[in-house]
């Protein structure tokens, strides 16, 4: 596919590997790489080289035999595709550890992701700043969302207000929330949600770090 042409379909599984490929391409361009083989990427993004060229070819992009892949071509192509091509207006709702954790985080101003607003259930934290954006309270969500144009939410709060705080931001205009907290969210059809939840991928990860064996059935 020609890249004027537009973007076909991308399955999921393609989407949540296109980061990875932009974090390995951009330490290529780094060390000014200026071109690379589906197989030296598959091997620092941790997969395959075929599903690499299969990945690929949804953007169009089939490389060259002998060369291998443009890596700032890659990059831009992988940016576009994501939304990374534009700024992006963050709200975060929970203001805990994590919460803090995530205002202080510098992987988002270098992926242009912008923290804008902070809310906060706590009397006590409203009216203080973090990194020079004053926190509100958690009935502000919806006309501080609708008002600065925030696209994203993430939400650190706890479980049992997680569900309120999606609400409101959807009903403030928010389209994509990322959930941290450890329940599940019931979000209109044309709102997506990615949840995190760090105890689940520490028990999967202690299965495989105790040697445990299963044989399929």
């Given at each position: 596919m020609d890249s004027t042409t537009g973007f076909r379909h991308i399955p999921e599984a393609t989407v949540s590997?296109?980061?990875?490929?932009?974090?390995?391409?951009?330490?290529?361009?780094?060390?000014?790489?200026?071109?690379?083989?589906?197989?030296?990427?598959?091997?620092?993004?941790?997969?395959?080289?075929?599903?690499?060229?299969?990945?690929?070819?949804?953007?169009?992009?089939?490389?060259?035999?002998?060369?291998?892949?443009?890596?700032?071509?890659?990059?831009?192509?992988?940016q576009e595709q994501?939304?990374?091509?534009?700024?992006?207006?963050?709200?975060?709702?929970?203001?805990?550890?994590?919460?803090r954790a995530l205002v202080n985080y510098r992987g988002f101003g270098e992926r242009r992701f912008s923290v804008e607003a902070l809310f906060d259930a706590d009397a006590a934290k409203v009216g203080t700043e973090i990194n020079g954006v004053v926190i509100q309270g958690t009935e502000d969500i919806e006309r501080t969302v609708r008002e600065r144009d925030l696209s994203i939410g993430i939400i650190?709060?706890?479980?049992?207000?997680?569900?309120?705080?999606?609400?409101?931001?959807?009903?403030g205009g928010v389209t994509g929330i990322l959930n941290f907290a450890p329940a599940v969210l019931?979000?209109?059809?044309?709102?997506?949600?990615?949840?995190?939840?760090?105890?689940?991928?520490?028990?999967?990860?202690?299965?495989?770090?105790?040697?445990t064996v299963t044989e399929d059935v």
């Open positions: 590997r296109l980061p990875l490929y932009l974090r390995s391409l951009l330490e290529f361009t780094e060390q000014r790489v200026a071109t690379v083989s589906s197989e030296r990427l598959a091997s620092v993004a941790g997969v395959n080289a075929a599903k690499v060229r299969k990945d690929l070819s949804y953007l169009g992009s089939y490389g060259t035999r002998g060369v291998g892949y443009d890596v700032e071509y890659l990059v831009r192509r992988i994501l939304g990374l091509d534009q700024d992006w207006r963050v709200a975060i709702a929970g203001l805990g550890n994590l919460g650190a709060t706890p479980a049992g207000s997680a569900q309120d705080v999606a609400e409101r931001l959807v009903e019931t979000v209109p059809d044309h709102v997506r949600v990615r949840k995190v939840d760090l105890s689940i991928e520490l028990q999967i990860l202690a299965f495989y770090v105790s040697g």
